[in-house]
Protein backbone atom coordinates (compact mmCIF):
# COMPACT_ATOMS: atom_id res chain seq x y z
CA UNK A 1 0.00 0.00 0.00
CA UNK A 2 1.33 3.24 -0.93
CA UNK A 3 -0.15 5.54 2.05
CA UNK A 4 -1.24 9.13 1.68
CA UNK A 5 -0.73 12.11 3.53
CA UNK A 6 -3.79 12.46 6.00
CA UNK A 7 -3.20 14.29 8.60
CA UNK A 8 0.38 14.00 8.54
CA UNK A 9 3.21 13.98 6.24
CA UNK A 10 5.29 11.17 8.19
CA UNK A 11 4.06 7.92 5.83
CA UNK A 12 7.37 6.87 6.11
CA UNK A 13 8.01 3.92 8.53
CA UNK A 14 10.42 0.91 8.69
CA UNK A 15 7.57 -1.68 9.44
CA UNK A 16 3.70 -2.26 8.80
CA UNK A 17 2.03 -5.39 10.76
CA UNK A 18 -0.29 -6.54 12.62
CA UNK A 19 -3.36 -4.19 10.81
CA UNK A 20 -6.93 -4.44 12.33
CA UNK A 21 -9.96 -2.58 10.30
CA UNK A 22 -13.32 -1.35 11.51
CA UNK A 23 -15.36 0.72 10.11
CA UNK A 24 -16.67 3.88 11.90
CA UNK A 25 -19.05 6.22 10.97
CA UNK A 26 -18.23 7.02 7.50
CA UNK A 27 -14.76 5.28 6.59
CA UNK A 28 -12.32 2.09 6.90
CA UNK A 29 -10.13 2.76 9.73
CA UNK A 30 -7.05 0.64 9.85
CA UNK A 31 -4.07 0.49 12.36
CA UNK A 32 -1.20 -1.57 13.23
CA UNK A 33 1.98 -2.36 14.63
CA UNK A 34 3.77 0.70 12.79
CA UNK A 35 8.05 0.96 12.91
CA UNK A 36 8.94 4.17 13.98
CA UNK A 37 12.16 3.98 16.15
CA UNK A 38 10.58 0.52 17.67
CA UNK A 39 7.05 -0.18 17.45
CA UNK A 40 3.83 1.72 17.94
CA UNK A 41 0.54 2.09 16.94
CA UNK A 42 0.31 3.74 12.63
CA UNK A 43 -3.42 5.02 11.47
CA UNK A 44 -4.85 5.35 8.75
CA UNK A 45 -7.87 5.63 6.73
CA UNK A 46 -9.49 4.84 3.35
CA UNK A 47 -13.20 4.91 1.63
CA UNK A 48 -12.53 2.54 -1.02
CA UNK A 49 -9.35 0.00 -0.28
CA UNK A 50 -8.00 2.16 -3.34
CA UNK A 51 -6.29 5.48 -2.07
CA UNK A 52 -5.08 4.87 2.14
CA UNK A 53 -4.21 8.08 4.34
CA UNK A 54 -2.30 7.62 6.93
CA UNK A 55 -2.60 9.89 10.39
CA UNK A 56 0.00 10.48 13.06
CA UNK A 57 0.99 7.87 15.21
CA UNK A 58 -1.46 7.20 18.01
CA UNK A 59 1.41 6.61 21.15
CA UNK A 60 5.18 6.22 21.47
CA UNK A 61 7.51 3.77 20.88
CA UNK A 62 6.91 0.80 22.34
CA UNK A 63 3.29 -0.20 21.86
CA UNK A 64 1.67 -2.74 20.05
CA UNK A 65 -1.74 -4.29 19.51
CA UNK A 66 -4.15 -0.84 18.35
CA UNK A 67 -7.64 -2.05 18.48
CA UNK A 68 -10.70 0.56 17.65
CA UNK A 69 -13.56 0.37 18.84
CA UNK A 70 -16.12 0.44 16.04
CA UNK A 71 -17.85 3.54 17.33
CA UNK A 72 -17.38 6.41 19.72
CA UNK A 73 -17.67 6.33 23.19
CA UNK A 74 -19.30 9.66 24.68
CA UNK A 75 -17.94 11.24 21.53
CA UNK A 76 -14.87 10.28 20.88
CA UNK A 77 -12.54 7.38 19.48
CA UNK A 78 -11.39 4.73 21.64
CA UNK A 79 -8.12 2.03 21.32
CA UNK A 80 -6.77 -0.93 22.63
CA UNK A 81 -3.71 -1.47 22.98
CA UNK A 82 -0.09 -3.24 24.80
CA UNK A 83 2.51 -0.91 26.10
CA UNK A 84 5.59 -3.33 25.16
CA UNK A 85 8.81 -3.28 24.36
CA UNK A 86 11.51 -3.83 21.49
CA UNK A 87 11.92 -6.81 21.70
CA UNK A 88 9.76 -10.57 21.24
CA UNK A 89 8.07 -8.60 24.71
CA UNK A 90 7.65 -11.05 27.55
CA UNK A 91 5.17 -9.05 29.16
CA UNK A 92 2.61 -6.83 28.25
CA UNK A 93 -1.53 -5.24 29.70
CA UNK A 94 -4.02 -4.05 27.92
CA UNK A 95 -4.80 -0.82 28.03
CA UNK A 96 -7.22 2.05 26.73
CA UNK A 97 -7.04 5.46 25.29
CA UNK A 98 -9.21 8.20 24.13
CA UNK A 99 -8.88 10.97 20.84
CA UNK A 100 -11.41 13.68 20.15
CA UNK A 101 -9.77 13.32 16.38
CA UNK A 102 -7.65 10.66 15.88
CA UNK A 103 -4.54 12.91 15.92
CA UNK A 104 -4.11 13.02 20.13
CA UNK A 105 -4.42 10.34 22.45
CA UNK A 106 -4.83 10.56 26.06
CA UNK A 107 -6.43 9.50 29.28
CA UNK A 108 -4.91 6.12 29.45
CA UNK A 109 -6.58 3.51 31.26
CA UNK A 110 -5.38 0.01 31.89
CA UNK A 111 -8.43 -2.66 31.37
CA UNK A 112 -6.96 -5.65 31.98
CA UNK A 113 -4.04 -7.11 33.87
CA UNK A 114 -2.33 -10.44 33.14
CA UNK A 115 -3.36 -13.05 36.09
CA UNK A 116 -1.25 -14.38 38.85
CA UNK A 117 0.20 -18.32 38.01
CA UNK A 118 -1.75 -20.71 38.19
CA UNK A 119 -4.61 -19.04 38.27
CA UNK A 120 -4.94 -18.62 35.07
CA UNK A 121 -2.21 -20.05 33.36
CA UNK A 122 -2.57 -19.56 29.65
CA UNK A 123 -2.60 -15.48 30.32
CA UNK A 124 0.12 -15.32 32.78
CA UNK A 125 2.94 -13.85 30.71
CA UNK A 126 1.21 -10.96 28.67
CA UNK A 127 -2.10 -10.43 26.99
CA UNK A 128 -3.05 -7.91 23.99
CA UNK A 129 -6.47 -6.95 22.29
CA UNK A 130 -7.37 -9.34 19.02
CA UNK A 131 -10.15 -8.84 17.05
CA UNK A 132 -12.41 -5.38 16.65
CA UNK A 133 -14.63 -5.93 20.16
CA UNK A 134 -18.82 -5.54 19.19
CA UNK A 135 -21.87 -4.67 21.03
CA UNK A 136 -23.96 -6.92 22.88
CA UNK A 137 -26.64 -6.97 24.74
CA UNK A 138 -24.10 -7.58 27.93
CA UNK A 139 -21.29 -5.17 26.71
CA UNK A 140 -18.53 -5.18 24.42
CA UNK A 141 -17.33 -8.18 23.62
CA UNK A 142 -14.02 -8.42 23.07
CA UNK A 143 -11.38 -11.84 21.94
CA UNK A 144 -8.01 -11.12 23.02
CA UNK A 145 -5.03 -13.46 23.36
CA UNK A 146 -3.07 -14.46 26.06
CA UNK A 147 0.22 -15.74 26.60
CA UNK A 148 2.42 -18.73 28.36
CA UNK A 149 5.79 -18.51 28.92
CA UNK A 150 6.68 -22.45 28.83
CA UNK A 151 9.63 -24.90 28.63
CA UNK A 152 9.49 -24.82 24.74
CA UNK A 153 8.89 -20.83 24.93
CA UNK A 154 5.80 -18.52 24.46
CA UNK A 155 2.08 -20.39 23.62
CA UNK A 156 -0.61 -18.40 22.46
CA UNK A 157 -4.48 -18.98 22.85
CA UNK A 158 -7.29 -17.02 23.07
CA UNK A 159 -10.03 -15.63 25.76
CA UNK A 160 -12.60 -13.35 25.77
CA UNK A 161 -14.14 -10.53 27.83
CA UNK A 162 -17.13 -8.46 28.32
CA UNK A 163 -16.42 -4.66 29.08
CA UNK A 164 -19.04 -2.19 30.02
CA UNK A 165 -20.60 -0.63 27.12
CA UNK A 166 -20.24 3.19 28.42
CA UNK A 167 -16.88 2.80 30.48
CA UNK A 168 -15.45 0.26 28.33
CA UNK A 169 -11.92 0.51 30.72
CA UNK A 170 -14.07 -1.52 32.81
CA UNK A 171 -13.99 -5.29 32.66
CA UNK A 172 -17.25 -7.25 34.03
CA UNK A 173 -16.26 -10.68 32.82
CA UNK A 174 -13.17 -12.66 31.48
CA UNK A 175 -12.81 -15.91 31.10
CA UNK A 176 -10.50 -17.98 33.43
CA UNK A 177 -10.40 -20.69 30.98
CA UNK A 178 -9.08 -20.13 27.18
CA UNK A 179 -11.80 -20.94 24.26
CA UNK A 180 -9.05 -21.66 21.70
CA UNK A 181 -5.97 -23.24 22.01
CA UNK A 182 -3.44 -24.54 19.46
CA UNK A 183 -3.96 -28.34 19.13
CA UNK A 184 -4.30 -28.51 15.40
CA UNK A 185 -1.04 -29.44 13.14
CA UNK A 186 -1.39 -25.66 11.38
CA UNK A 187 -1.52 -24.08 15.01
CA UNK A 188 0.90 -26.14 16.47
CA UNK A 189 4.21 -26.02 13.71
CA UNK A 190 4.90 -23.07 11.43
CA UNK A 191 7.00 -19.57 11.35
CA UNK A 192 5.59 -19.19 15.04
CA UNK A 193 4.83 -22.65 16.73
CA UNK A 194 1.86 -23.11 19.37
CA UNK A 195 0.33 -20.18 18.31
CA UNK A 196 -3.97 -18.79 18.02
CA UNK A 197 -4.08 -15.43 17.49
CA UNK A 198 -7.18 -13.48 16.79
CA UNK A 199 -7.03 -10.77 14.36
CA UNK A 200 -10.26 -10.50 13.21
CA UNK A 201 -14.16 -11.12 14.25
CA UNK A 202 -17.51 -10.92 11.56
CA UNK A 203 -20.69 -11.04 13.78
CA UNK A 204 -24.45 -11.15 12.30
CA UNK A 205 -25.82 -10.72 16.10
CA UNK A 206 -26.43 -14.56 16.63
CA UNK A 207 -23.19 -15.98 14.92
CA UNK A 208 -19.62 -14.66 15.23
CA UNK A 209 -16.67 -16.24 12.90
CA UNK A 210 -13.64 -15.54 13.79
CA UNK A 211 -9.75 -14.90 11.83
CA UNK A 212 -7.09 -15.88 13.48
CA UNK A 213 -2.89 -16.49 12.98
CA UNK A 214 -2.49 -19.87 13.63
CA UNK A 215 1.64 -20.52 14.17
CA UNK A 216 1.98 -17.01 12.14
CA UNK A 217 1.87 -19.38 9.10
CA UNK A 218 -2.30 -19.36 8.22
CA UNK A 219 -5.25 -18.11 8.46
CA UNK A 220 -7.86 -19.76 10.75
CA UNK A 221 -11.17 -19.37 11.06
CA UNK A 222 -13.58 -20.62 13.75
CA UNK A 223 -17.49 -20.23 14.27
CA UNK A 224 -19.81 -20.04 17.48
CA UNK A 225 -22.90 -18.84 18.83
CA UNK A 226 -22.85 -15.40 20.50
CA UNK A 227 -24.78 -16.13 23.48
CA UNK A 228 -23.08 -19.49 24.31
CA UNK A 229 -19.63 -17.48 24.48
CA UNK A 230 -20.91 -15.00 26.18
CA UNK A 231 -22.68 -17.86 29.01
CA UNK A 232 -19.32 -19.60 28.79
CA UNK A 233 -17.33 -16.11 29.60
CA UNK A 234 -19.78 -15.20 32.75
CA UNK A 235 -19.39 -18.71 34.09
CA UNK A 236 -15.82 -19.56 33.78
CA UNK A 237 -15.33 -15.42 34.56
CA UNK A 238 -12.30 -14.79 36.96
CA UNK A 239 -13.44 -11.28 37.68
Request: hydrophobic share 35%; charged share 20%; with cysteine.
Amino acid sequence: IQFKAGNTEMVESEYKYDPRVTWIEDRYWITWCNGYHGPTIGIAYTFDFIDFFQCENAFLPFNRNGVLFPQKIDGKYAMLSRPSDNGHTPFGDIYISYSPDMKYWGEHRCVMKVTPFPESAWQCTKIGAGSVPFLTDEGWLLFYHGVITTCNGFRYAMGSAILDKDHPEKVLYRTREYLIGPAAPYELQGDVPNVVFPCAALQDGERVAVYYGAADTVVGMAFGYIQEIIDFTKRTSII
